[in-house]
């Protein structure tokens, strides 16, 4: 069964860092596009940032070049490295992958990034 479990979350001033990890099993991690999708209280989930199992990237527009997707496909994990963080850019954090017919059902427990002072 895939799984996907998130962690790395966490309480950070405006303008700090954090750099969230993704580990996927019962999937052949490295045939697949991953993605990092966030929800925030009241808001639909939206997608972040995706990676391709070559390692192309794509970045949704509010990303404006602080966040940078990664993944090691021999650990079978994706990385979000998140720099000057912002207030609206709490949210809960999810990681899933992305099939022939869009991304799986498969949703982990996310991982909380709480952006205040």
């Known amino acids: 069964q895939v799984q996907f479990v998130e962690s790395g979350g966490g309480l950070v001033q405006p303008g700090g860092s954090l750099r969230l990890s993704c580990v996927a099993s019962g999937t052949i991690f490295r045939l697949y596009t991953m993605g990092w999708f966030r929800q925030a209280p009241g808001k639909q989930r939206e997608l972040v940032a995706s990676?391709?199992?070559?390692?192309?990237?794509n970045y949704n527009d509010f990303v404006e070049g602080r966040f940078t997707i990664s993944r090691d496909n021999g650990k079978n994990t994706m990385y979000l490295q998140m720099n000057s963080l912002k207030p609206e850019d709490t949210a809960v954090y999810y990681c899933?992958?992305?099939?022939?017919?869009?991304?799986?059902?498969?949703w982990g427990q996310g991982t909380q990034v709480t952006v205040s002072s």
């Open positions: 990676i391709t199992g070559g390692g192309s990237t």
């Open positions: 899933n992958q992305q099939r022939s017919t869009g991304y799986t059902n498969y």
